[in-house]
């Protein structure tokens, strides 16, 4: 009896501690009698009878503090639902690697005598800063260790490169290694951006002896300019005092923050979603003399108080990634619109209009040239430079009225 009673009396303690610590609410039915009587068990003698139940479907699960999630986990997880597949994957992962050794070069870039001209030019005519050339290699070298890339487009590199190492995926990315480079030495905020578009069976070339584009390889060429409608994923990479993935696969807008304790981009904001107005404008004003005069116009009723007695506020660090992660954030527009020296401003439609354009509109913004969806253009040249303004949808309609 001794022994029954101290077996009872541990199986309803061990239930106990169930209930209090496990996610699973265990009720204990413990009784040494049934309709007045003991129950028959086998063998004889008294016993207890538990029964454990699952909690009810209503009660939600407690996140642990500790529970974080990765880009990579992200990345598998949208990849089992379907979204995305095994080669995206891996490129999305390839581009997330060169982003953080792109961030050690430039958070290092005095130390590593990093800072400066090359002394070069770029096919744009723009002298080259030596990060511009060493994250345009970065970001290359990481692109065709994937095996995943077919055709790769930088806008430090004069035409698209045919990828040798290519075996599946055959994905064609584009992008710019180093937005804002020229404020490296001033240690202001810069970033990288990209967009990725379906892979093309037909970019599987050899490349000739005499080094030159062979037929298949000049249809590649063209294959690049696509218009943004067609990307299947875009994002950018800031680097300031956080590194900050922003990434959409067409499916809203996710932001990742870098954990410099373990090196992971780690998952700090789902859905981003822009403010539907703001309160800032960032062009850069020095060249306001060179204006269209119904831009300017837009400008001077900016800066008017109005009513509220509350004029515009003016933010401009001369970034793209920058200043559009600050206007994702809190709402408004940036711009850089053509100008008598510029006639169709200065910023590329592949590298920079498009993807900016797919990120803001998958967080419910707009981009456009002052007249036409940025993501509807299609590119006639690799390096091909439109206007921009982009930013909350009130504001973008606003500015197209007064340019119309």
Not at 89 to 96: A, D, E, G, R
Not at 203 to 228: H, S
Not at 285 to 300: P, R, S, T, V
Request: aromatic share 8%; with cysteine.
């Amino acid at each position: 009896m001794v022994s029954a009673t101290t077996a009872s009396h541990l199986i309803f303690s061990s239930s106990q501690s169930i209930s209090r610590f496990s996610p699973l609410q265990t009720l204990a039915s413990c009784s040494s009698r049934h309709g007045g009587r003991r129950p028959h068990l086998p063998g004889g003698g008294g016993g207890v009878r538990c029964m454990a139940v699952a909690e009810g479907t209503g009660a939600t699960k407690k996140k642990s503090g500790y529970e974080i999630e990765t880009l990579t986990n992200w990345l598998l997880k949208q990849e089992q639902a379907g979204t995305i597949d095994a080669e995206l994957t891996i490129v999305l992962s390839s581009i997330s690697m060169a982003c953080k050794q792109i961030a050690s070069l430039v958070q290092r870039a005095s130390i590593s005598n990093l800072t400066g001209v090359q002394g070069a030019v770029n096919v744009q005519g723009e002298d080259q800063k030596k990060l511009d050339v060493v994250s345009n290699e970065v970001f290359s070298n990481c692109l065709r260790s994937s095996g995943r890339t077919g055709i790769i487009a930088s806008e430090e590199e004069d035409v698209p490169v045919a990828v040798e190492e290519s075996y599946s995926g055959n994905y064609i990315v584009v992008f710019d290694p180093l937005d804002g480079s020229s404020n490296i030495d001033a240690a202001v905020s810069t970033g990288s951006i990209f967009g990725i578009y379906s892979p093309n069976d037909e970019c599987f070339a050899e490349i000739q002896e005499d080094g030159t584009l062979d037929t298949v390889e000049q249809r590649c060429v063209v294959n690049v300019c696509q218009p943004g409608n067609n990307l299947l994923a875009a994002g950018y990479c800031m680097y300031s005092s956080s590194i900050i993935f922003v990434l959409t696969i067409g499916k809203g807008v996710y932001a990742f923050t870098l954990d410099p304790m373990f090196g992971e981009f780690v998952l700090t904001t789902e859905q981003v979603q822009i403010p539907k107005s703001g309160k800032i404008y960032s062009f850069n004003e020095g060249n306001y003399q060179l204006w269209d005069d119904k831009l300017k116009k837009y400008i001077d009723d900016l800066k008017d108080p109005g009513p509220t007695g509350k004029p515009y506020s003016s933010r401009y660090i001369g970034s793209l990634v920058g200043d559009f992660h600050r206007t994702l954030l809190y709402g408004g527009i940036y711009g850089y619109p053509r100008d008598k020296k510029s006639k169709n401003g200065k910023l590329r439609l592949l590298y920079e209009c498009a993807p900016m354009s797919f990120i803001v509109e998958q967080a419910g913004g707009k981009g456009s040239d002052g007249h036409h969806r940025i993501l509807d253009i299609e590119p006639t040249e690799i390096h091909q430079r439109v206007p921009l303004y982009i930013g909350s949808v009130d504001e973008v309609d606003k500015l197209e009225k007064y340019l119309a």
